[in-house]
């Protein structure tokens, strides 16, 4: 399933959220091309997304949650990238 956590995090000028997938990169990757998404946008486990992006997403069908749940049910996937394993690389 692909979940959106509220947009909370303020960074170039925008307030930006995260879409992640509890089942596979794949479907999130796959997911972010048809919502048009840039590449660029992704960070090892999410993608960013601006705050103006959330209706459109959700009407793709990703599904609103808290960023706690979030994080849960990505950490469950086994799919979360800790902070530590982003600086090593």
Do not use: C, K, N
Not at 1 to 8: E, F, Y
Not at 31 to 37: D, E, I, M, S, V
């Amino acid at each position: 399933m692909i979940l959106l956590d509220p947009p909370l995090w303020p960074r170039h000028g925008r307030v930006w959220g995260h879409l992640v997938s509890d089942l596979s990169l794949e479907e999130l990757h796959a997911f972010a091309r048809r919502a048009g998404l840039p590449e660029r946008a992704f960070d090892r486990d999410h993608y960013d997304y601006p705050a103006e992006r959330r209706a459109s997403l959700v009407e793709l069908g990703a599904v609103e949650v808290s960023t706690r749940e979030l994080i849960t049910r990505l950490r469950a996937s086994g799919l979360r990238v800790r902070a530590a394993e982003r600086r090593r690389q």
